[in-house]
């Protein structure tokens, strides 16, 4: 069940991002256009200073005809310029949508990591890898080895390969593997005495790994931040 929850979880982020990232480009799009065509047209100066040339065409002096041509002139600077400005309008559009893009996809990635760190606070540690090595007496877990004893190490690996079969078994079956004996001539408290001697071994390992901190020659310290220590 731990596993569709995961599942579906990831896909719901996946559809989500993607529905973020499209809604962002189509409303930049629209916006973009709606902006593009609102703007003037670039040869409406140029328009405009042509139907004067039209409409006053008595105009014969030196000084009016100069005054024409540098309107005409200013015409054309103005659409280069408007034309230059189109080109801004989008180059600032293409970085909002990818800013607008990199923040949701950030934003998404702090959501669904809070979530884990969540997830791993309340299940405590998370064993992503776990080695048995027979030849050291050595259970690594994740990156820390842990030395155990032979008959520890009997019990842990008798326990692995029934997980790795998803069995469940009994002291009885647990002190009989060990042993080599039928679990029907086997005690039910010697394999819970297996398992405890297992779990105080190990458990006292990785408090002492985690918590309780052993630094030589000096002493005993809990390898802790100080800030989240109350004492009630």
Do not use: H
């Not at 916006?31 to 040869?43: C, I, K, M, W, Y």
């Not at 969540?118 to 050291?136: D, K, N």
């Not at 080895?145 to 019990?155: C, I, S, V």
């Amino acid at each position: 069940m731990s596993t569709i929850s995961v599942t579906e979880s990831r896909r719901a982020s996946t559809r989500l991002i993607t529905a973020g990232i499209m809604g962002i480009v189509a409303i930049l799009a629209i916006a973009g256009t709606v902006l593009l065509l609102t703007l003037p047209d670039g040869n409406a100066f140029n328009t405009r200073v042509e139907r004067i040339f039209v409409q006053n065409n008595n105009l014969t002096s030196q000084a009016e005809v100069k005054l024409l041509e540098i309107l005409a002139q200013s015409g054309t600077a103005f659409s280069d310029t408007l034309a230059s400005y189109r080109m801004v309008i989008f180059v600032l559009l293409v970085f909002a949508a990818a800013l607008l893009v990199a923040a949701l996809v950030f934003l998404v990635m702090l959501v669904t990591l809070n979530r884990r760190m969540a997830q791993i606070e309340r299940s405590g540690i998370e064993v992503s890898s776990l080695i048995i090595s027979r030849e050291e007496n050595t259970v690594y877990l994740n990156t820390m080895g842990f030395k155990l004893t032979d008959a520890m190490m009997e019990t842990l690996s008798v326990l692995a390969e029934a997980r790795l079969d998803d069995e469940l078994l009994s002291g009885a079956q647990i002190e009989g593997m060990i042993s080599g004996r039928d679990a029907s001539d086997c005690e039910e408290a010697a394999g819970a005495t297996r398992i405890k001697r297992l779990r105080d071994g190990l458990g006292n390992q990785i408090v002492s790994e985690l918590l309780v901190k052993n630094i030589a020659r000096r002493g005993y310290m809990l390898a802790i931040d100080k800030g989240v220590i109350e004492m009630v």
